[in-house]
């Protein structure tokens, strides 16, 4: 988690802080379920071609990978672009 959440939970009594923390880290899973779910059904419509057969063609997997590739590679880009606009972010006190 965050250092600057877990900071702001500070003042809450430890029960409360336990709450709030099973919340942070249910939101977390849910939101890596979704960037799942996204990234699975984007390259899936976007590389596979038939259902002639139960595997992927060799092209529709190279498709897959790269795919897969671009989206992790572009996630992670903008985690860390929203990281270092938070740390600039001026502080609320």
């Known amino acids: 988690m965050d250092a600057n959440m877990m900071a702001?939970?500070?003042g809450l009594p430890?029960?409360?802080r336990a709450q709030m923390n099973s919340m942070i880290?249910?939101?977390q899973l849910r939101?890596?379920?979704r960037m799942y779910n996204?990234?699975?059904e984007r390259?899936?419509?976007d590389c596979v071609d038939s259902f002639t057969r139960k595997s992927l063609q060799k092209q529709e997997e190279q498709c897959v990978m790269r795919c897969a590739e671009k989206f992790l590679k572009h996630t992670m880009r903008v985690g860390m672009r929203f990281a270092e606009?938070?740390?600039n972010a001026p502080t609320q006190d």
């Open 14 to 16: 430890e029960e409360d």
């Open 25 to 27: 880290e249910q939101l």
């Open 8 to 10: 702001g939970l500070d």
């Open 31 to 33: 939101d890596s379920l």
């Open 38 to 40: 996204s990234l699975v």
């Open 85 to 87: 606009l938070n740390q």
């Open 43 to 45: 390259c899936f419509v």
